[in-house]
């Protein structure tokens, strides 16, 4: 009864099927080129700006070095080097038991940065930044905090893992 609709009923419906794919190939191949070539189109443009760029920055060094009056080596004034500013690598502060991840943001971001800047922070100020920062961290208890901080500053890792182990969540029992 529907046979006529079914396309493989018929002996001769294979070559409309390849036409199709034939078609179909041609079709995206053409697409294909024509997107190749205007993203090859954009890409070239943006060579040529960044060219543009490179040669306008070698011009305005060759100004700089012109405009530079030569200084005889006798007259040269020799001033002191600047000294470096110290620059801080901070430690990982969550080593001190009861510091976590946030916390240790928190107290990087109000400059505490290292073991002995820890150690040298009254448990009250801490207690003020995490208070601070919301209902979230008041919770916490920093009493043992620049202890634990100046042992892991001083070195002394395995009697800083001796008390932690006696401690619980950064608090004495």
């Not at 919301?134 to 202890?147: I, L, Q």
Request: proline residues 6%; aromatic residues 6%.
């Amino acid at each position: 009864m529907y046979s006529h609709f079914n396309p493989f009923a018929s002996g001769d419906a294979w070559w409309q099927h390849l036409l199709m794919l034939v078609i179909a190939a041609i079709l995206g191949y053409i697409i294909g080129y024509i997107s190749a070539k205007s993203k090859a189109d954009s890409l070239r443009a943006e060579l040529q700006a960044l060219e543009i760029d490179i040669d306008e920055c070698q011009q305005s060094k060759k100004e700089v070095i012109a405009v530079t009056p030569p200084v005889a080596k006798a007259a040269a004034v020799v001033a002191p080097l600047p000294t470096p500013a110290v620059v801080t690598t901070p430690d990982d502060l969550k080593v001190v038991e009861g510091i976590g991840p946030k916390i240790e943001k928190l107290l990087n971001q109000e400059g505490i940065l290292t073991f002995a800047q820890l150690a040298e922070a009254s448990p009250e100020r801490i207690k003020e930044i995490l208070v601070a920062a919301g209902t979230r961290y008041v919770m916490h208890n920093p009493a043992t905090w620049p202890e634990q901080s100046a042992l892991a500053r001083d070195g002394q890792w395995d009697a800083l893992k001796t008390w932690q182990d006696e401690l619980n969540k950064g608090r004495t029992h």
